[in-house]
C-alpha cells in the first residue's frame, strides 16, 4: 500500500497492520516497556509502510510523568464530579490513554465561570481534554493552542468535535413501544434543560407522541432518582389519566417507579415506566430502558484528542432498547 495513502495513520492502524494491541504498539515505537524484538521490528515496519508519524501530543503522551489527558465535566457544583457516568467516562478514557503510558486527571468546569476550560486548555501538563456536560459556552472558551485537542461527549462545535449516545433514536425506540403497546398518554421528564444534547430526546418524544395524535406532556428533570420522584407525583397531579412515564435517565425512572408504586399506582399495568442508559440497577429492577454505551463514547472522545484530528464534527453511537416488566 502506497504511503501516500496513509498520510493520516493513526497508531491503531499500525497497531492493526502489525497485529498488536495500541497499548503494544505504543510500547514498541516509543521504546518503553515490554516488548520482544520480533513486535518491535514488525509494528516499526508497520508504522514505515503507513507513513504513521506521531503528532506532539501523543509523543508527549508517551512519556512517563508528561501530560495527561484531562476529563473535564461541566456542571453548576462540584458534586457533579460524583456522578457514576462520570466515573465510566473517566476508566475509559484512562484505558485509552494508557496505551501512551500517560494518566487521566479530573476536574470541574463550572457553568457559571467558563474559563476554566480556557485555563485548563493552557496548562502545559495538559496533552488533550475530554469535555463531558459541554455548553456553548463553554467550547466557546476553548484556547487557540488548545484547538485540535479537546473533544466533547454531548454537542461539540466545528472546533471541537463531538461523541454521543443517540439519545434521539433511542427515545424514538422507547416511545414507540409505549405507543405500540397501547399507550396513548405517555409523560415526560427530561433530562438537566442546560444540557443541548437534551433537546434531541425531547424533540423525538414529541415527534413520536403528536405523530400518532397524543399529547404531549413534558416535566424537566435532572437526571437524578430524587427528581424522578417529584416528577411522577407531579404528572399525576397534572394529568391522571397518564399511562406511561418515560424518563431520559434509568435514575429518574427508577425513582418514577418508586414514587408511583408508593402512590398506589400499578406499574406496569395502570401506568408503563421506562428509563434511558441501562445502568446495572435497571436488570435487577426489571427496568424497560435503552442502552448508552458510555465506555465506547468515551474511548472515542479520548482517542479524538489523542490523534489531534477534526475530521468528523458529530459521531452519534447507536441506542437499543431493552425490554423489562416496567413497560
Do not use: Q
Amino acid at each position: 500500500m502506497a504511503r501516500e495513502a496513509w498520510r493520516g495513520a493513526k497508531l491503531a492502524d499500525v497497531a492493526r497492520a502489525a497485529g498488536v494491541s495500541p497499548a503494544t504498539a505504543s510500547r514498541a515505537l516509543s521504546g518503553r516497556g515490554p516488548a520482544s524484538a520480533a513486535v518491535r521490528a514488525r509494528v516499526a515496519s508497520a508504522a514505515r509502510e503507513l507513513g504513521y508519524v506521531p503528532n506532539a501530543a501523543a509523543r508527549a503522551l508517551a512519556t512517563r510523568g508528561g501530560p495527561r489527558v484531562a476529563v473535564g465535566v461541566g456542571g453548576r457544583s462540584a458534586h457533579v464530579l460524583a456522578d457514576p457516568y462520570v466515573a465510566r467516562v473517566v476508566a475509559a478514557a484512562a484505558r485509552v490513554a494508557g496505551a501512551h503510558e500517560a494518566g487521566v486527571s479530573l476536574h470541574w468546569l463550572p457553568l457559571h465561570d467558563p474559563g476554566a476550560l480556557a485555563r485548563l486548555g493552557e496548562d502545559r501538563g495538559v496533552g488533550g481534554i475530554v469535555v463531558v456536560n459541554p455548553t456553548p459556552e463553554l467550547l466557546a472558551a476553548v484556547p487557540r493552542a488548545a484547538r485540535g485537542r479537546v473533544a466533547a461527549i454531548g454537542v461539540g462545535t466545528r472546533e471541537v468535535p463531538a461523541f454521543d449516545v443517540d439519545n434521539g433514536g433511542g427515545t424514538a425506540s422507547v416511545v414507540a413501544h409505549l405507543l405500540s403497546s397501547g399507550r396513548r398518554r405517555i409523560a415526560m421528564v427530561t433530562g438537566a434543560a442546560w444540557l443541548p444534547c437534551v433537546r434531541r430526546a425531547v424533540d423525538a418524544y414529541e415527534r413520536l407522541v403528536g405523530g400518532a395524535g397524543c399529547p404531549a406532556r413534558v416535566v424537566p428533570g435532572d437526571f437524578t432518582a430524587a427528581r424522578g420522584e417529584v416528577a411522577a407525583l407531579e404528572v399525576l397531579a397534572r394529568w391522571p389519566d397518564t399511562d406511561a412515564v418515560y424518563a431520559l435517565g434509568d435514575l429518574s425512572a427508577l425513582g418514577a417507579l418508586g414514587a408511583l408504586r408508593r402512590a398506589g399506582v400499578d406499574v406496569p399495568g395502570d401506568v408503563a415506566v421506562a428509563g434511558f442508559d441501562d445502568l446495572a440497577v435497571a436488570s435487577p429492577s426489571r427496568l424497560t430502558t435503552s442502552t448508552n454505551p458510555v465506555e465506547e463514547i468515551a474511548a472515542g472522545a479520548a482517542v479524538a484528542v489523542l490523534d489531534r484530528y477534526r475530521g468528523v464534527p458529530e459521531r452519534l453511537y447507536p441506542s437499543t432498547l431493552v425490554l423489562r416488566d416496567s413497560a
